[in-house]
């Protein structure tokens, strides 16, 4: 190989070899920091200044939830401001859904949320059925259009017993593929997926454009998932320590097109557990 063609070689195999580094070294979570408000239920009611000012100091910029009991949505919204903290994201309850959704768009809507979730609905325990999922097809796609034409998205929190066998594949599969995209999409919920017994890369990679948000929530180890929708507290744990391979996760999530992600800690350990999942995401590489 004539020298000027060998020195290039190397120079290229160099190069590429630099930038593979810097990639391997760059943050993997690159997002804002984002908390789902029912990680501090037994705070709130106690003091809701207090209790922001605490999210704020563990570095999150972003919350999901709604206005405390007792206080307006505008209200709670000045407050997060204050503290630099917008609230990208709110619930609704099915029922609510069902019957008000215009009520639902206007309470969100003075929150500054621009996303909608919905994280139940209503079956017996355990018993997911078809007939079930119907109705929820119906209830999210009327209530869809409705908050799309207000400018926001709905979105759909899966809880793991969606995941009934049925046809060739679940009955959460039914739900993505009878829900207009227009107007329904979709929150994984990364503990109930794998709860129920899903992938949630493959998941994610089988329904590119339906996901637009994310709880960041592991389950403990060795711990064996149901189609109940229900596990003890001290099975949600820090992430990193449990069965979700968060690495391969974030990327799919990427990929897929999240744009907002939420830790979520429903163990009775919070104010342990996230400030360790956020080092956790912040060391990822």
């Not at 309850?93 to 609905?121: D, H």
């Not at 709880?215 to 064996?224: F, Q």
Request: aromatic residues 10%; positive net charge.
């Amino acid at each position: 190989m004539p020298l000027i063609r060998k020195n290039l070689f190397y120079s290229l195999a160099l190069l590429a070899l630099l930038s593979a580094c810097v990639q391997a070294q760059q943050p993997l979570y690159s997002f804002p920091l984002g908390i789902q408000a029912y990680t501090f239920r037994n705070h709130w009611p106690k003091n809701v200044p207090a209790t922001l000012d605490s999210i704020r100091a563990m570095g999150f910029t972003e919350l999901e939830g709604g206005a405390p009991k007792g206080m307006t949505p505008e209200a709670f919204r000045q407050l997060c401001a204050e503290r630099g903290i917008r609230i990208p994201s709110t619930g609704a309850s099915f029922e609510e859904l069902e019957t008000s959704p215009e009520l639902v768009a206007q309470r969100a809507k003075a929150l500054g949320a621009s996303f909608v979730m919905c994280a139940w609905i209503p079956h017996q325990g355990g018993q997911f059925s078809l007939d079930d999922a119907k109705k929820a097809v119906a209830v999210f796609n009327r209530a869809g259009k409705i908050l799309h034409d207000q400018g926001l998205t709905f979105c759909y929190h899966d809880h793991g017993y969606e995941f009934q066998p049925y046809d060739k594949g679940t009955l959460f599969d039914y739900l993505v593929q009878q829900t207009d995209p227009k107007w329904v999409s979709f929150e994984m919920d990364l503990l109930w997926t794998l709860h129920g017994g899903a992938d949630p890369v493959k998941l994610l990679k089988k329904y590119p454009g339906r996901w637009k948000l994310m709880h960041l929530k592991d389950l403990k180890k060795g711990v064996p998932g149901d189609l109940s929708g229900h596990t003890p507290a001290e099975n949600d744990v820090v992430l990193g320590t449990g069965q979700a391979n968060m690495r391969q996760v974030l990327k799919a999530a990427k990929k897929a097109g999240i744009q907002h992600y939420f830790i979520e800690d429903e163990s009775e350990r919070e104010m342990v557990h996230v400030p360790l999942s956020v080092a956790y995401l912040k060391g990822l590489r």
